[in-house]
């Protein structure tokens, strides 16, 4: 259960984040409104808090480390001290490490790879049956998830169901009940990565 409340923990801090960069919670975009790239990178790996991370730097064995990613979301290197990992795509953080290291190393050329990740845990909140923080590691989608609360409640807004994302930026990403139950331009598909948050109106 640790690892539970050390996800919901963060979950809650990515939402203050969201909440302050989305400039007002009436603000939002429509997922058919979302360029192409935006929908593809969200199913993409985001390295997140907890995970252990391995680093290699070719030619240079006294670089290689593995280290979980602290609460603060960074890891501590040689040379370079503390970088922010949490957040970012492993080919994201191997470029900027490459380009750091330059300062030391020539043409440095490093590798990147997870090899423990923390399970996928998405909180699930508002008008839905069973509100709370559901692990979606195997299948991490809009559907899933609001299936894993209980679908939604009598009260609940048909068109208002939210995914609300702090990264790679803030934004709150909107659904109806009927694209998501019919799955209308993969709408019940989208897929969620950790930090994001369902909320039902």
Known sequence: MGWLVRRVGAAAIWLGVCSAGCGGAGEYVWFQQLPPETTLASSEYVVAIGDLVSIRVLGHE??????RVRSDGRLALLLIGDVLAAGKRPSAL???LEGRLKDYIVSPNVSVNIDEAEPTTILVLGEIAKPGAYALDEDPRLGRALAAGGGLTEYASRSGIYVVRAQPRPMRIRFTYEDVSRNVGG????????GDQVEVE
């Open 94 to 96: 191997r470029a900027e």
């Open 62 to 67: 006294e670089m290689t480390l593995k280290q």
């Open 187 to 194: 709408a019940a598909d989208f897929p969620l990565h950790r």
